[in-house]
Nanobody, 129 residues
Framework: DVQLQASGGGSVQLGGSLRLSCVVD????????IGWFRQAPGKEREGVSS?????????YANSVKGRFTVSRDTAKKTTYYLQMNGLKTEDTAVYYC?????????????????????WGQGTLVTVSS
């Protein structure tokens, strides 16, 4: 079974930063895609960022481009990060990491929640003014 564990959420002031982590366990082949998603109260879940494990190619939603950065830990290959800078109140949401195998489509494809097969529990990010 594939398992994902997201962590790192919290409360920050407008303009602040947070780094979310996602630990992935259970993939045998290094050919999957990781997606970061978020869901605000009363809204649909939306894709924030994605990364392919095979080559590190990434994609971002327009709303977070230039502020968020997705990466993979070079030492702990099963850990992924979402660095969030310049946080806005509209970034407040529960953030999820998810995964799918195989992951050879364009990274932008994996911004769609329906492309993911395995989901971790969410971590709450609250940005206050």
């Amino acid at each position: 079974d594939v398992q994902l564990q997201a962590s790192g959420g919290g409360s920050v002031q407008l303009g602040g930063s947070l780094r979310l982590s996602c630990v992935v366990d259970g993939f045998i082949y290094d050919d999957y895609a990781i997606g970061w998603f978020r869901q605000a109260p009363g809204k649909e879940r939306e894709g924030v960022s994605s990364i392919r494990s095979s080559d590190g190619d990434v994609s971002y939603a327009n709303s977070v481009k230039g502020r968020f950065t997705v990466s993979r830990d070079t030492a702990k290959k099963t850990t992924y990060y979402l660095q969030m800078n310049g946080l806005k109140t509209e970034d407040t949401a529960v953030y999820y990491c998810a995964a799918v195998l195989p992951g050879y489509e364009s990274p932008s494809y994996y911004l769609r929640p329906d492309t993911m097969e395995n989901w971790g529990q969410g971590t709450l990010v609250t940005v206050s003014s």
